[in-house]
């Protein structure tokens, strides 16, 4: 008898276990910004790039992963910027700032050979070239040069310093591409930790390249990103 009363025990407690995990996990997952997202559809991978206002380049980015339905933080939350003059819901070619919004992360590139990512990936030659000028039929797109007329004004991938040593596309004004928009939206390296960008988002190497690695198509990764007290209301743009 008391050893049926053991096992009676044991198997209770291993039942009552069970029972409470999925309550704990759920309790956890609910206390993470991600759940509170809208619109994140079949996605199951999340980088979110929050600021305290619309007007500051200073940023947090924090990762999140769903695994069996439960979302979970993947990354430490770390420093990240954006552009030099903060978020704007609606972007234009060349006003210093970051699209509010939800984009999706599909291509990598960089001045070296692939890090190791699952995401396509490209390596740049000084022939590759990035389209900003609104007057182009290619704007907003990745082209080889030379121009020959085809456009007045683009950025030169292969940079001189190292904010393109790795970086990943981030698709804002990509489908449909609406000239005058906003172009050339970037996932790369910071100068430092106070210097805002010309309207991607960046950080330091270490970080980019652990968010990189991290990201896999299959789980149909998206960059969610704006300011903290307005990001859930400005989630569902998706373009």
């Given at each position: 008898?008391?050893?049926?009363?053991?096992?009676?025990?044991?198997?209770?407690?291993?039942v009552?276990?069970?029972?409470?995990?999925?309550?704990?996990l759920?309790?956890?997952?609910d206390?993470l910004?991600v759940?509170?997202?809208?619109?994140?559809?079949?996605?199951?991978?999340?980088?979110?790039?929050?600021?305290?206002?619309f007007?500051?380049?200073?940023a947090?980015?924090?990762?999140?992963?769903?695994?069996?339905?439960?979302?979970?933080?993947v990354?430490?939350?770390?420093?990240?910027?954006?552009?030099v003059?903060?978020?704007?819901?609606?972007?234009?070619?060349?006003?210093g700032?970051?699209?509010?919004?939800?984009?999706?992360?599909?291509?990598?590139f960089?001045k070296?050979?692939?890090?190791?990512?699952?995401v396509?990936?490209?390596?740049?030659?000084?022939n590759?070239y990035?389209?900003?000028?609104?007057?182009?039929?290619?704007?907003?797109?990745?082209?080889?040069?030379?121009?020959?007329?085809?456009?007045?004004s683009?950025?030169?991938?292969?940079?001189?310093?190292s904010?393109y040593?790795?970086a990943?596309?981030?698709?804002?004004n990509?489908?449909?591409?609406i000239?005058?928009?906003g172009?050339?939206?970037?996932?790369?390296?910071w100068?430092?930790?106070?210097?805002?960008?010309?309207?991607?988002?960046?950080?330091?190497?270490?970080?980019?390249?652990s968010?990189m690695r991290?990201?896999d198509?299959?789980?149909?990764?998206?960059?969610?990103?704006?300011?903290?007290?307005?990001?859930?209301?400005?989630?569902?743009?998706?373009?």
């Amino acid at each position: 008898m008391k050893k049926f009363k053991t096992i009676f025990v044991l198997i209770s407690t291993f039942v009552l276990a069970i029972i409470m995990i999925p309550t704990k996990l759920f309790a956890y997952s609910d206390t993470l910004p991600v759940t509170h997202l809208r619109n994140l559809g079949n996605s199951r991978q999340v980088v979110l790039v929050t600021t305290e206002s619309f007007n500051t380049c200073i940023a947090k980015i924090q990762t999140f992963e769903k695994t069996y339905g439960i979302w979970k933080q993947v990354l430490s939350p770390t420093a990240a910027v954006i552009g030099v003059n903060g978020f704007a819901v609606n972007k234009v070619e060349g006003d210093g700032k970051s699209p509010v919004g939800k984009f999706t992360l599909r291509l990598g590139f960089g001045k070296y050979d692939n890090p190791g990512l699952k995401v396509h990936y490209r390596k740049v030659t000084s022939n590759d070239y990035w389209v900003d000028d609104p007057n182009s039929e290619y704007y907003n797109t990745w082209q080889e040069g030379p121009s020959n007329g085809r456009w007045n004004s683009a950025e030169n991938l292969l940079r001189t310093d190292s904010a393109y040593d790795y970086a990943m596309v981030i698709n804002y004004n990509t489908h449909p591409i609406i000239k005058g928009k906003g172009s050339a939206i970037f996932f790369h390296l910071w100068r430092n930790s106070i210097s805002g960008t010309a309207g991607c988002t960046a950080t330091d190497e270490e970080t980019l390249l652990s968010v990189m690695r991290w990201l896999d198509p299959a789980k149909k990764p998206v960059i969610v990103q704006g300011p903290a007290s307005k990001i859930l209301k400005h989630s569902k743009n998706n373009r």
